[in-house]
């Protein structure tokens, strides 16, 4: 059996105690293996549109694919253009759409998004919001991993050397995006791939929870929700979910929250 045939995952997406909206959006496509996070941008008009266009396109398009797929035996590397492909597609879209249709004008949104494979996970993301990799090496350590690069000016900040990664955390940079799908008429996503096997567990989450939970206690979390649990997968994963956000509401919670955590048994 190839790693990635059997997945569990939970997913759910809270309001949070200030918005008065959601403009969070996600989905899983099972069959595909395919599972997708939005945030549509505060500030901007219609992020909830853009947010749900933007999985909706996407998934669809997914969708697309996979029955392509099943025809003929596409290579990693192809799989990877056709997901990038599909990317600048709905990015052309929502730009179109918010170019032409007035309540949505300047309408934005972030995006991350893991495809499973038979032993691979691509994975991709546009803006802020984030992908993390778990797992546990042979001695027990902990391996916790952000995948995917916020696209702000605080990072680009960092990267210079302009800007440490303690200072960072307050720097009102943080959440200025310097990329995200919809704004302009093109868009580059983060976009890359990683080998995968058992017993390793992805969280794809908003900066909801990022910007009210450190990584150290996400990883605390996660680590006593799914790795140390005597439960079943499922429970597991559905105990750890809410135990993020929860851990985001006992911060502030001001900010719509969504997590989706995949694990491969």
């Not at 960092?158 to 440490?164: A, F, H, K, P, Y």
């Not at 704004?183 to 990683?194: A, H, N, R, Y």
């Not at 910007?211 to 750890?240: H, M, P, V, W």
Request: glycine share 8%; with cysteine; charged share 20%.
């Amino acid at each position: 059996m190839h790693a990635a045939s059997s997945l569990f995952f939970c997913a759910k997406s809270d309001i949070g105690f200030v918005r008065e909206k959601n403009e969070d959006a996600w989905n899983a496509l099972f069959p595909e293996r395919f599972f997708v996070l939005a945030d549509g941008m505060g500030g901007l008009a219609s992020g909830e549109i853009a947010s749900q266009t933007c999985i909706d396109l996407l998934s669809n398009l997914i969708q697309e694919i996979n029955q392509i797929q099943k025809g003929r035996s596409y290579s990693l590397r192809e799989m990877i253009e056709l997901f990038g492909a599909a990317l600048s597609h709905v990015n052309t879209a929502i730009y179109e759409k918010g170019k032409h249709t007035a309540p949505a004008q300047g309408m934005g949104t972030t995006i991350c998004a893991l495809y499973f494979l038979e032993d691979a996970v691509i994975y991709a993301n546009v803006g802020d919001s984030r992908i993390y990799h778990f797992k546990r090496d042979e001695e027990g350590h902990s391996l916790f991993t952000q995948l995917s690069e916020d696209h702000s000016l605080c990072v680009e900040l960092i990267n210079r050397g302009e800007l440490s990664a303690e200072d960072a955390k307050f720097s009102p940079y943080k959440n200025i995006l310097t990329r995200a799908i919809g704004i302009q008429p093109t868009v580059e996503p983060s976009l890359s791939w990683m080998s995968v096997e058992s017993k390793e567990l992805f969280l794809l989450c908003s900066d909801g929870l990022t910007n009210y939970g450190s990584d150290q206690e996400i990883q605390e979390i996660l680590t006593t929700a799914i790795f140390n649990s005597k439960k079943s997968f499922q429970e597991r994963l559905e105990d750890g979910v809410s135990r993020l956000i929860s851990l985001a509401k006992s911060h502030g919670g001001g900010d719509n929250i969504t997590v989706i955590l995949v694990y491969i048994p």
